[in-house]
């Protein structure tokens, strides 16, 4: 009798960008006309919802983006921040172009394009809000979706760990102080109290929350069953919390849209230029400093894209739902996947110009 050769078993396949995710443009475009349409022929309701407001803060609003902040700052493990010193060039280049390069050509650009190239096609005074919502966007580099771009683009998981988790304590104290100059410098007034108080709702409070949480759960359930049970209790949710805030938030800009609807594609410039310089000067210095490709792209990435759901929360917080600032961070929700898989592509096509990590 002859006997069959069992095959090797096939590896498993490498997980992509999740169905949702991949087509995240999309939905924000399809909750842009939802949002439009609901503002236009039902004005009732973001009228009903204006009512649910303490201190400028929309309350529908805040319980949705803690819907999408907390899963992520789940996934944070702080810890790995004692490894930071280890591969210190990579942690140098993301520190140094996120928080003394990003938000300056940010503000440069949007002012370039907002306030000049365009001024022939935007009111003057909704030019100032939308430069607003750009600086909001320049002042806060990304801490959730890097890890996709990331895992994408092959980078070093853990090392992504470690400069997200060390980026978001940055955060704690750069972005306020450097929200207020830009925005200062633009002659926006800053109620300083209310910018204080977005960063306490939206950043110190769940990343606190989510540090608590997953410390205690680890401690009591070990890591895989936190990250293989407990962190997939939340799949979705993030997205859901964005797309229903957009809605919510395009109820509310429907009139300024329709009067103006070049207004998308005018914000855009500036910001999609902006995403693939950043990443163009972190990815460039990355190779002069012969750091391994490994390293390279997610601290090429981790600037180039944004934290848009905090960026989106303040400008809500500091200007209203209604606001030119808000409708600015939402562009970049919608601007966002697209140019950020491009630029995956674009790193993974490179690889070859980095040394092999050792």
Known sequence: MKVQAKSAPKPAAKPGIGFFAKYLSLWVALCIALGVAIGYFLPGVPAFLGRFEYARVSIPVAVLIWLMIYPMMLKVDFSSIRNAGKKPKGLAITLVVNWLIKPFTMYALAWFFLKVAFKALIPSGLATEYLAGAVLLGAAPCTAMVFVWSY???????????????????????????????????????????????????????????????????????????????????????????????????????????????????????????????????????????????????????????????????????????????????????????????????????????????
């Open 152 to 358: 994408l683009s092959d980078g070093d998981a853990g090392y992504t760990v470690v400069q997200v988790a060390v980026n978001d304590l940055v955060i704690l104290v750069a972005f306020t102080p450097i929200v207020a100059f830009l925005l200062g410098v633009s002659d926006v007034r800053v109620p300083w109290d209310t910018l204080l108080l977005s960063v306490l709702l939206f950043v110190v409070i769940p990343l606190g929350a989510g540090a608590i949480t997953r410390v205690r759960l680890i401690k009591r359930r070990g890591k895989e069953w936190f990250e293989s049970v407990f962190l997939k209790k939340f799949d979705g949710i993030t997205e859901a919390g964005l797309l229903l805030t957009l809605v919510i938030l395009f109820a509310f800009q429907g009139e300024t849209i329709l009067a103006n609807p070049l207004a998308i594609l005018l914000i855009a410039v500036p910001l999609v230029l902006q995403t693939y310089l950043i990443f163009a000067i972190g990815y460039g210095w990355a190779r002069l400093w012969k750091v391994p490709y490994e390293i390279a792209a997610p601290a090429g990435m981790i600037g180039a894209s944004n934290f848009f759901e905090l960026a989106v929360a303040v400008a809500i917080s500091l200007f209203g739902l209604s606001s030119g600032a808000a409708l600015a961070t939402v562009v970049g929700v919608l601007t966002e996947v697209p140019v950020m898989l491009s630029l995956v592509a674009i790193a993974k096509r490179t690889r070859g110009w980095f040394p092999k990590i050792s």
